[in-house]
């Protein structure tokens, strides 16, 4: 079986925005990993990503990156513990006046990064080798 080439995804719309959440189920990240810049307008977010397009079985640091980014929101996320751990579980559009709205980055444990974007337009990439985990997510029915 050929090897995966690295993932590289761009998002335009919010259906598009669904096929990056599908990725990044299930990624891991330390609150430090998160960047906002105000004046560039612009999100930036490492993580570990589970690969499940591979079929499972390892993970690959990855990056995404929100443009157009007015105003960042969290709850329920540790600010000041840049170390504590998040796995997320999905990313979703809230339309607004259009073209923009919000873009909603959710947590296990109920945690939350909302991003008022003025369009939807985001970046994944896989930014490493990936590596063999054993650990598998698993997810209530």
Not at 11 to 24: G, H, K, R, T
Not at 53 to 77: D, F, P, Y
Not at 99 to 123: H, I, K, M, N, Y
Request: aromatic letters at 4%; one cysteine or more.
């Amino acid at each position: 079986m050929a090897e995966l080439k690295p993932l590289r995804l761009l998002a335009q719309d919010a259906e598009d925005l669904e096929v990056i959440s599908a990725a990044m189920q299930d990624a891991v990240l330390k609150v430090g990993d998160m960047t906002f810049e105000p004046k560039a307008r612009r999100l930036t977010v490492a993580f570990n990503r589970y690969r499940w397009e591979s079929g499972g079985g390892a993970r690959v640091r990855a990056g995404l990156q929100l443009g157009g980014v007015m105003k960042v929101e969290t709850r329920k996320i540790r600010r000041g513990a840049p170390e504590a751990v998040l796995e997320l579980l999905a990313m979703t559009f809230t339309a607004g006046e259009a073209p923009g709205g919000v873009v909603t980055l959710s947590f296990a444990g109920g945690g939350d990064l909302r991003a008022t974007v003025e369009c939807v337009e985001a970046v994944l990439a896989d930014v490493s080798e990936p590596w063999p985990t054993r650990r598998t997510p698993e997810h209530e029915v």
